[in-house]
T-cell receptor, first 114, second 114 residues
């Protein structure tokens, strides 16, 4: 069972570079989301999607873009990386949203922006 | 804005002890509460989900309770084992059904000493 797969596991960027963090799930879940985890801050929601073609902003969306062209994939794009975006990024999915179902998390992408 | 607090931030206990982790939230109008486990360098694993209409949930040696009116939840771990060592996070939904936004606490880091 693959579950939620995130790539890459580690990434180092220079300030101003752009990149895409990949997230894929094979459970046919409708809901997917991106969080960042920073020391002393807990996990904070960046963007989420309730289905293909539908995305919305979370608590900290600035500097990030998302799209959801398929049910399986939910990539997170950093447009122009900044040191403040150094963090661990987690992707999660659930079948009908957190109201009734448990969220499944990927293993995370550890990003450093120099 | 919903705020979630977990006390203590860290806890060290000898193997075999029963222990309680605490979670409090400021807005009692939640839809559900989840407890997660996070191992170092790994993603989150959902342990228990309590709907707002429920008082508790049990899974093996774990028991989670919810008191919406007081804004509190506890995670009880019976007969702790070294394998229970991890960070435990609680999370509540930010709004009702359909919003799909979780607010996380900063976690309690548990160490079980053999």
């Amino acid at each position: 069972n693959a579950g939620v797969t995130q790539t890459p596991k580690f990434q180092v960027l220079k300030t101003g570079q752009s990149m895409t963090l990949q997230c894929a799930q094979d459970m046919n879940h409708e809901y997917m989301s991106w969080y960042r985890q920073d020391p002393g801050m807990g996990l904070r929601l960046i963007h989420y999607s309730v289905g293909a073609g539908i995305t919305d902003q979370g608590e900290v969306p600035n500097g990030y873009n998302v799209s959801r062209s398929t049910t399986e994939d939910f990539p997170l794009r950093l447009l122009s990386a900044a040191p403040s975006q150094t963090s661990v990024y987690f992707c999660a999915s659930s079948p009908q949203g957190v109201a009734k179902n448990i969220q499944y998390f990927g293993a995370g992408t550890r990003l450093s922006v120099l | 804005k919903q705020e979630v607090t977990q006390i203590p931030a860290a806890l060290s206990v000898p193997e075999g002890e029963n222990l309680v982790l605490n979670c409090s939230f400021t807005d009692s109008a939640i839809y559900n509460l989840q407890w997660f486990r996070q191992d170092p360098g790994k993603g989150l694993t959902s342990l228990l989900l309590i709907q707002s209409s429920q008082r508790e949930q049990t899974s093996g040696r774990l028991n989670a309770s919810l008191d919406k009116s007081s804004g509190r939840s506890t995670l009880y771990i019976a007969a702790s084992q070294p394998g229970d060592s991890a960070t435990y996070l609680c999370a509540v939904d930010l709004q009702g059904a359909g919003s799909y936004q979780l607010t996380f606490g900063k976690g309690t880091k548990l160490s079980v000493i053999p």
